[in-house]
């Protein structure tokens, strides 16, 4: 492949993006002004949990330039529904989860600091946030419970009432007698209780909205910072609203990063889709930092105790994991299905566990909602796998490669104890290339060389598999997905012969234009620069369910490639008929039509001519034209896997952890564009470090007051915290779908934790050292330390 | 009462009266329409606002607008060349893949480019170091660094 | 941000006229601090007094055995400084590790010593080297200068011009920066002076910068960087939060005094 055209599949051809982002010409939400606009802005909930008594929005109403207040009463007499839950979990007993009401404005009562209580339209934004502050609220302010740990436990105060033991399932996966069996008989159970910290995604540009109501059409337009427009369009009218979907459009443009945090219908963006009609003026919402830290979605967050049982070898026999998940204090588009269907089928990781048992509590607290964030369950997941490996080989005595190899699923397709089935795989190959890279050889000298300095090093491990490409709609359907999981493409031949392609998928960072626009030129032979991608717009896109898990390549690009057969399929018939050959004699080959074995050809061009200038064309048998759209629903999921290698070298005296090398050795299947490719996984690290050294959301469990509300006490990784990258790929193709593509997006953020935080219990080992919390600061490396010295 | 403001951006002279609250970057994004400059964050940590104000990188979400009074302000869009080039830390960028999303990008660039007019030829630890008041949540910084180093390289 | 009035001053004599006059007014240095503060609705100046157009708070001047650098000059300009790089290094370094390349470029000597954040770095750098602050009516020795948790000796109107720092015999700035806000988690600034005398002054740690009586005493005995990393600080004179413990700032203040000391006879 690539071979033939300049920027084909496997070249590195420079973005089509980048020419308006680095002059200042990208279209996000916020540059975005129309014509008489007002402003929103949203009064908050400054306590976890209270009722609310009254509302007197009389003097913010009289307020200079102020021209709507509403308030969840406005709401509910409006009939605005709540906003729903995406997946449904039905728990141990058979009985579906508890789905309290989510009122896009508080109603009644508000459960964490951040719920929006009233939102104020002015004429300009300080006028919005003046006459915000002259709403009086009367609020009774109640006890909070912020703890996923402790929130279940009696006499917790309970979020919801329908819940009043804080619990909204208990989710059991996999065979609990088999693994309750296996444990008995095992020479060696290694255990771990640990905290999967709470994270908030934090993409740099905040979330944002424009509504607009146009009375001539009757009809809505939404620009917003979203990672899937046709989902949030299907559940705002559908489930909130009531609007008719085709009155309501949709656009995502430029989105400076998601996440996972952009997935979602937020309440923000719905109630001023309502407001804007209310009004009628255009309104537009940019969220302030200190507003997101408090609104959008988290993620992670668990308590978790696992334990794993091996025979005398160092043989896996069986795992069992119970994890308390912390839901927020409302369930997410997708928050349930994080902790469980994303989380507990990933729990084989690379090995061959023959047995499997996962009991997972969702949990109600006055936080806010949790939700996906890059990696969702499954950097969860693999944190459980990987730490009670390197665990295990520390208490067995065996080295960290070796207990792996033995473990490692050699034989594909392979059927886990947790309904995944691998296609494809080889682990070996990453782990050997990661070790290499890595030079392990080389550690003990570097080993010795540090502690002649006074500095302690480590080295540490991750074998993680993720499942990406989410996923065949009926077995989600199953598993109580409530939406589709497919992908839709449309690739549209203009008659000079240059295409533009209309995907589902969302770009927001990930490069669509670029490489969506190889595969279709390297499919059509057409030059790259031919290539037009259009995403983020329900008004010009066929129903797409867009980008998360990533999934873009592997559905959307497979959708645009079924589009391309259809476009090939039909353009052999019209160039059957130019060249006076047989359609099934026809081959298409560098962007030409051939008769096969002979020197009759026509070009790509001619033939997308001929079919919008049909003069000389079989109208009797075939419709002029040549657009064809094609959606695709794949028949399982991709599993991209590899390994990873961390060296860390620790400061005992202030804690201080450096990561002085990494090394991710990845299986991503086929690659379209190598240097985007390297780019995502360099992303995906520094979040996954991230989260191992630096970051964690602190509520107060006392008050549900969120102390790290700010860029002052949450700490994002700058460019001095994270060392420069040693990325490498392995290549088994996907089998299932056409590109061989697994997906690259989210596996620097799944793999890196584990690594991170064995190679500085490795480092601090003979300190007596077993065990450390994430975030690993320099903190409470310290206090760890000092712990164990004592 | 609004004020009288008067400074050069991008080359051109600009006048204005502002509310005194109005900060430089809302006053580039709403009055100047230059929507290159982002706002990523409300307490002067992201960076993704970064501009020039005589020639040095400042964060214009935490000055305001008058206090930029008689300077000359460059914003992303007044870094290429008047013939539309890119200037080489742009250039870097794009070849490097120093940039996903693009939000952080504008003032990203602003200080890489600050960064090297202070010393020419940093090491990769002055790199990381001299971005200190930057965000990027998409590249993990990688690509950023080693664009700086081409832009620097090829000087 | 709620609504003030603004005014830009030419001079310092209208700049305190107007300070004196307006009751909630506030001078506006490079307003790093206090424009965030105004944009979080944290702070409500009825006015807004900018000095950014009195060129004579501005610059750095040697002047024999003491440094002069004017209120108004931005962090960026003192950690650049030939003058100050010569003569007091350890000022230039810590000027160079404030904030942030932006905030460094904007940031202002007076603003930062004004304000006295607890976790800000000039403060450890004035008391650490004994200097003088110079006023609109008067000069305070450091010892002075720094009464509190954002408070100092300041009155309504009075208006920093310059700080006059003593060239010490030489001198030494540690920091372990918060890893999120880049604040000191702990700054320690230790000094000697021609004559001998030992200065160590400590910010991050409380409620605002201290010198540190132990650290001083046992530097005054043996300058060596061992000596003060023995010194054991107390936890009850630190602050907790949600990134350090009492404990562990006091635990750091005896690290980066030794480290400060190596610094200063590096």
Known sequence: MGENIPNGIGASPRRKEDQRFLTGAGNYTDDINLQGQT?????????????????????????????????????????????????????????????????????????????????????????????????????????????????????????????????????????????????????????????????????????????????????????????????????????????????VRVIAPDVGGGFGSKIFLYAEETVITWAAKRVNRPIKWTCERSESFMSDAHGRDHATKAELALDKDGKFLAMRVHTKANLGAYLSTFGSSVPTILYATLLAGQYATPAIYAE???????????????????????????????????????????????????????????????????????????????DVAGFPARRDEAKKRGKLRGIGYSCYIEACGLAPSNVAGALGARAGLFESGEVRVHPTGSVTVFTGSHSHGQGHETTF??????????????????????????????????????????????????????????????????????????????????????????????AYVPHNYPLDKLEPGLNETAFYDPTNFTYPAGSHICEVEVDPETGVTKVVNYVASDDFGNIINPMIVEGQVHGGLAQGIGQALLEQAVYDYETGQLLSGSYSDYTMPRADDVPSFKVDTQVTPCTHNPLGVKGCGEAGAIGSPPAVISAIIDALKDLGVREMAMPATPYRVWQTIQSARA | ?????????????????????????????????????????????????????????????????????????TTIEGLAAPSGDMHPMQAAFKECHGLQCGFCTPGMVMSATALLKENPHPSEEQIRAGLDGNFCRCTGYHNIVKAVQTCAGGR | MYAFQYHRPG????????????????????????????????????????????????????????????????????????????????????????????????????????????????????????????????????????????????????????????VPKRAGYAKFANPASRFALIGVFVSQAANGTVRVAVTGAGNGVFRSAELEKALTANFTAAAAAAVRISADSCNGDIHASPEYRAHLVSVMAGRAVAAALA
């Not at chain 1, 449904?88 to 789905?99: A, F, H, S, W």
């Not at chain 1, 190889?518 to 037009?532: K, M, T, Y």
């Not at chain 3, 904007?106 to 304000?115: M, Q």
Request: hydrophobic share 45%; glycine share 10%.
């Open chain 2, 1 to 73: 009462m609004n004020m009288k403001l008067s400074f050069k951006v991008n080359g051109k002279a600009v006048e204005a009266e502002v509310d005194p609250r109005t900060l430089l970057v809302q006053f580039l994004r709403d009055h100047l329409h230059l929507t290159g400059t982002h706002v990523g964050c409300d307490t002067g940590q992201c960076g993704a606002c970064t501009i020039h104000l005589n020639g040095r990188a400042v964060k214009s979400c935490n000055m305001l607008a008058l206090q930029a009074q008689g300077a000359e302000v």
């Open chain 1, 517 to 610: 626009a190889q595969v279709v030129a390297e499919r059509l032979g057409i030059p790259f620069e031919n290539v037009d991608v259009v995403h983020g717009d329900t008004g010009r896109i066929p129903f797409g369910m867009g980008t998360y898990g990533s999934r873009s390549l592997a559905v959307g690009g497979t959708a645009i490639m079924k589009a391309i057969d259809k476009v090939v399929a039909k353009g052999k018939k019209i160039a059957a008929h130019l060249l006076e050959a047989s359609d099934s004699d026809i081959v298409f080959e560098n962007g030409n039509f051939k008769v096969a074995g002979t020197d009759k050809q026509v070009a790509f061009g001619q033939v997308a001519f001929a």
């Open chain 3, 11 to 166: 001079n310092i004599g209208e700049a305190t006229a107007l300070l004196g006059k307006l009751g909630e007014g506030k001078a506006l240095a490079g307003g790093q601090t206090l424009i965030a503060a105004m944009k979080l609705r944290l702070a409500q100046p009825s006015d807004l007094v900018d000095l950014g157009g009195i060129a004579e708070l501005s610059g750095i001047r040697a002047d024999g055995d003491v440094l002069v650098i004017g209120a108004l000059t931005r962090h960026a300009d003192v950690a650049a400084s030939a003058d100050v790089g010569k003569r007091i290094p350890a000022l230039a370094q810590l000027a160079g590790g404030i904030g942030d390349r932006q905030v460094r470029a904007v940031g202002t000597l007076g603003g930062s010593i004004a304000n006295n954040d607890p976790a800000a770095d000039y403060p450890a750098g004035v008391l650490g080297l004994g200097a003088t602050v110079v006023t609109s009516q008067r000069s305070l020795a450091a010892d002075e200068f720094f009464t509190g948790l954002y408070e100092t000796a300041l009155k309504p109107g009075e208006l920093i011009k310059s700080v006059s720092f003593p």
């Open chain 1, 360 to 438: 997972v509590t969702g949990v109600f607290t006055n936080t806010v909602p949790v939700d996906a964030y890059r990696g969702a369950g499954r950097p969860e997941a693999t944190f459980v796998v990987e730490r009670l490996v390197s665990k295990a080989a520390l208490e067995m005595g065996i080295d960290q490669a070796e207990i792996r190899r033995r473990n490692f699923i050699k034989t594909f397709p392979y059927a886990t104890p947790v309904g995944l089935t691998y296609d494809t795989g080889n682990y070996e190959a990453t782990l050997a290339a990661a070790i290499k890279i890595a």
């Open chain 1, 39 to 247: 402003y929103a802005y949203f009064l908050r909930s400054p306590h976890a949990s209270a009722a609310i008594k009254k509302i007197d929005t009389k003097a913010a109403a009289a307020a200079p330039g102020v021209v709507g207040i509403f308030t969840g009463a406005d709401l509910a007499e409006a009939k605005v529904g709540g906003l729903p839950c995406g997946w449904l979990i039905t728990d141990v007993n058979g009985q579906p989860m508890k789905e309290p009401p989510h009122p896009p404005l508080a109603q009644g009562k508000v459960n964490h600091v951040g719920d929006q209580v009233a939102v104020v339209i002015a004429e300009t934004y300080f006028q919005a946030k003046d006459a915000a502050e002259l709403i009086e609220v009367d609020y009774e302010v109640l006890d909070a419970v912020a703890d996923v740990a402790t929130a279940t436990q009696p006499g917790k105060p309970a979020v919801h009432d329908i819940a009043p033991d804080n619990v909204c399932y208990v989710w059991g996966h996999g065979d609990k007698a088999a693994v309750d069996k296996a444990f008995t008989g095992a020479a060696h159970v290694t255990t771990l209780e640990f905290r999967n910290n709470r994270l908030i995604p934090n993409a740099i540009e905040p979330r944002a909205a424009i509504a607009q109501y146009s009375r001539s059409e009757d009809s809505y337009t939404l620009h917003v910072a979203n990672q899937n427009p046709h989902v949030e369009r299907l559940l705002m009218t559908a489930f909130v609203l009531g609007l008719p979907e085709h009155k």
